[in-house]
């Protein structure tokens, strides 16, 4: 193992380990695990987390965008904007309701969707605009909402990294027409398994949204549409009402690593992370730069720290797209995937290993 590994669940896990275990026994012993109470009181406080009136668990985060983009009624036909620099679930979800995806470059500070480009990618089939918060990072969504508002578009929210980030004062999933979210174990609210929810001030897309996912089916054996199985379980929806009373904290702690890296940090040949006007990030991943990428890794590892890559290969050059997407050409997204370096970043690491972390990198020569 790594002296510092890239994340580990331990420290934070061990903050809250009897109240997960009480959590296990609380459920085991109701003899309800699909449907029941848990769900419906995370649904509600991860609403309010959000700033707005309704949630829906579900699966995981690509169910949760499909889900959006089929309680829109987008599907073969359409097309939808999306960033060329994003976890191919975006794209994906987009492909699986039979929409065209149609990827736009992004900025090359915060690697979120650019809306410069945005308003250019606009035809008279774009029914939608998904903005990624990235790492943690709420994209500039005022002029997304006005582009959206001025073709009529959509602006749905993939918020998978951003649980708790605030644009201008708001926090992520209050910033769209829907927001879909994950509860992978590894994002910064992370359930014990898999997770998903949408969460939206539209009560007709809520309703839509849970039918869709529960067989399309409102009424037990009445199935008004052809929906999917995609419903959050009550063992992680009462895991995740437990973290969430701690995520606030949580995520505070992420800033304090951050600003140290930010602050202490000093080495021409890293490009740290740039933080938008307006934006509270929650630091999902903390995302560098580097021209001589593999030597930074090479080194870090040499000195018993853990990296990753988020992410080597843009949309448009992966297999599953390349006859679809591969014509494309999106210089930003493809400099930020032969670039990008991740560094440890998750709830409880010492100060000792943010120092390591820190005179490693600024050590370091090409």
């Known amino acids: 193992m790594p002296d510092v590994p890239f994340v580990s669940f331990g420290p934070m896990h061990g903050e809250i380990s009897d109240s997960l275990r009480e ?34 668990g579900c699966g995981n985060g690509l169910d949760a965008l499909v889900l959006i983009l ?9 097309e939808v904007i999306l960033p060329a620099h994003t976890f191919v679930a975006t794209a994906l979800a987009v492909s699986q309701v039979g929409a065209t995806p149609v990827l736009v470059d992004v900025s090359p500070k915060t690697f979120n969707i650019d809306p410069v480009h945005v308003e250019s990618a606009v035809t008279s089939r774009t029914r939608a605009i998904i903005a990624v918060h990235l790492y943690g990072q709420c994209a500039d969504m005022d002029p997304l909402r006005e582009i959206a508002a001025r073709h009529d578009l959509r602006l749905i929210e993939d918020a998978a990294q951003a649980h708790g980030s605030t644009y201008n004062g708001r926090p992520a999933g209050s910033l769209g027409d829907a927001a879909a979210f994950s509860f992978y174990p590894g994002k910064n609210l992370g359930a014990l398994g898999d997770g998903g929810a949408v969460v939206t001030d539209d009560a007709v897309v809520a309703r839509r949204v849970a039918t869709l996912g529960n067989y399309g089916s409102e009424v037990k054996y009445v199935h008004q549409e052809r929906g999917v199985n995609s419903r959050l379980d009550e063992l992680q929806a009462g895991f995740l009402r437990v973290k969430l009373r701690h995520l606030d904290g949580w995520n505070e702690r ?33 995302a560098t730069r580097a021209r001589n990428r593999q030597g930074l890794m090479d080194h870090l590892a040499a000195a018993g720290i853990q990296t990753l890559i988020h992410y080597p290969t843009p949309v448009h050059r992966q297999p599953a797209y390349l006859d679809e997407l591969g014509h494309g050409s999106f210089p930003e997204a493809e400099a930020i995937a032969r670039t990008e370096v991740s560094l440890p970043m998750f709830v409880g690491m010492t100060d000792l290993e943010i120092s390591q972390v820190i005179g490693a990198v600024n050590a370091w020569t090409p």
């Open 23 to 56: 959590k296990y026994e609380e459920v085991f012993g109701t003899q309800w695990y699909i449907g029941g109470t848990e769900v419906a009181r995370f649904n509600e406080e991860f609403a309010a987390f959000c700033g707005v009136a309704h949630g829906i």
């Open 70 to 78: 089929r309680a829109y009624d987008i599907g073969p036909g359409d």
């Open 254 to 286: 992420r800033r304090e690593v951050a600003a140290r890296y930010l602050t202490e940090i000093q080495n021409r040949h890293v490009e740290l992370p740039a933080v938008a006007d307006g934006n509270e990030p929650v630091w999902h991943i903390f």
